[in-house]
């Protein structure tokens, strides 16, 4: 096998693909961002069905080994596997065509809705839409417990991570970078030590049917030039993606200082973007505890609002986060008009969530093409998506507490802490509409963009009837 100055070169097989042109992959990307609806576990279906299945870039077990070291890092899995792709294919330049590309269309929209959310989010019709999306939510977060747990949850042992992850978030507010830390850390160890439980596999699973064979496939089986890079090489690329992301984090706090709303965003997210294990709803579970509980940023019922904004646009999940920058400028403008200042804190959000994904894969990514088949990895994966179960759960619950009863209120006893709602706030549309959303997506298998437009239009159809005002 050899290597084309841009292009990984044809697998010496028959079956093999005929290369392609970085111009040519940048209309694939495109395409792909296009239809990356509907969370993680769609875009990698997505991503899978056109890069294995329809172009044969990427084989079966090449595609699931970069998606096991993507899911073990902080941050959007789905755009970090985009990433590691267009690195695989092109170079840096194809990692960079293809993670921006994943993620543009998404800022886009939930850029422009961040605006009609701020400007006309109290208008009747406009509340009764979101009313709508927000009890749909709930179902989509049960469905990502259902899903992520049958891959995840097969012994014992896994089921065990899961409920203590549970317990520990939802009942001990234990931070969530150390739950998923120390689940690392026993899988790893458990993985090294060849114990089976630890060796259940990992990701959000690919399409049933042939596997495409890497031989079989553009990259074949053998390592590109471009994954064994110089020491020289690697430190350049960490130079660039480190100072490219906290350059700005830098100039915000020795010129606003601490006490300023954009540093603290910059400041937030950056962490986030270290200490976020486990997937978009793993990340957002920690990430509504402190929007709303800790800086004041936003209500819980706006953060369901948020989150159905980024289930109905193309794109990662995690593009929630511009929303909440956005929303948390807004309401803390300065001197600023409080919609600059919201354009400002949404863009810096995703700036500082987003270019850390580049740093992982550049740095990471040659490192791990050369450790396919690790066990103590596999171990790690294994644990921390057992982990992610319970996470995944606890928001789940803290969705259905804040959708359903218009009251809740902190309960303490010791060390216990969490959200207790009042049994007759309960909001019986609200119900209704949830119960009808889960029905929906398990019993009738209706997709989540359609639950997610039925559920807004009921919404719709409260107000327009005077039920909702």
């Not at 111009?23 to 509907?38: C, E, K, M, N, P």
């Not at 590691?84 to 840096?92: A, N």
């Not at 886009?108 to 709508?132: C, E, N, Q």
């Not at 549309?429 to 019993?443: E, Q």
């Amino acid at each position: 096998m050899s290597t084309a100055p841009i292009d990984i070169a044809v697998a010496s097989t028959s079956t093999a693909v005929a290369p392609v042109s970085l111009g040519q992959a940048f209309w694939v990307w495109l395409r792909i961002a296009a239809l990356s609806f509907g969370g993680p576990a769609g875009q990698i279906a997505v991503m899978h069905r056109i890069l294995v299945d329809e172009k044969r870039w990427i084989g079966e077990h090449r595609f699931l080994h970069a998606l096991n070291y993507c899911m073990l890092l902080p941050g959007p899995e789905a755009q970090q596997l985009a990433t590691y792709i267009g690195w695989l294919m092109h170079k840096t330049r194809g990692g960079i065509v293809a993670g921006a590309l994943f993620v543009l269309p998404g800022a886009i929209s939930i850029m422009a809705l961040s605006w009609i959310y701020a400007l006309y989010g109290r208008v009747g019709i406009v509340s009764a839409l979101f009313f709508g999306l927000k009890c749909a939510v709930l179902a989509v977060v049960l469905q990502a417990v259902v899903r992520i747990g049958s891959r995840a949850l097969k012994n014992t042992i896994m089921r065990g991570l899961a409920a203590a992850a549970f317990v520990l978030i939802f009942f001990l507010s234990a931070p969530f970078p150390i739950i998923v830390l120390g689940a690392g850390l026993i899988g790893y160890f458990g993985g090294r030590a060849g114990i089976p439980a630890f060796q259940v596999g990992g990701g959000h699973g690919a399409a049933k049917g042939a596997i495409v064979e890497d031989a079989d496939t553009l990259l074949g089986e053998e390592l590109p030039a471009h994954a064994n890079p110089t020491i020289g090489q690697s430190l350049r690329q960490a130079a660039v993606w480190l100072t490219l992301w906290l350059t700005p984090v830098a100039a915000l706090l020795l010129i606003a200082g601490q006490g300023s709303v954009f540093t603290q965003i910059a400041t937030f997210f950056s962490t986030m973007a270290v200490v976020t294990f486990g997937g978009a709803y793993a990340v957002l579970a920690y990430v509504a505890q402190q929007a709303v509980e800790n800086y004041h940023w936003l209500q819980p019922k706006e953060m369901l609002d948020g989150l159905g904004m980024a289930e109905t646009t193309p794109g990662p999940l995690i593009m929630v986060l511009q929303f909440v920058g956005f929303m948390g400028a807004y309401r803390h403008p300065g001197m600023l008009s409080p919609l600059l200042a919201g354009t400002l804190g949404g863009l810096l959000a995703t700036w500082v969530t987003f270019i850390p994904c580049f740093l992982w894969i550049f740095l990471g990514a040659p490192f791990i093409e050369r450790m396919r088949g690790n066990k103590a990895l596999s171990g790690a994966l294994s644990a921390i998506t057992a982990a992610v179960v319970g996470v995944v759960l606890n928001l789940a619950i803290w969705f259905a507490i804040h959708t359903i009863f218009r009251v809740v209120q902190p309960l303490k006893w010791g060390p216990i802490h969490f959200d207790m709602p009042v049994p007759g706030s309960i909001d019986l549309w609200a119900l209704a509409i949830s119960i009808a959303a889960v029905v929906a997506m398990f019993r009738l298998k209706v997709g989540i963009f359609m639950t997610l437009g039925g559920a807004s239009a009921a919404g719709i159809g409260l107000y327009v009837a005077g039920i909702l005002s």
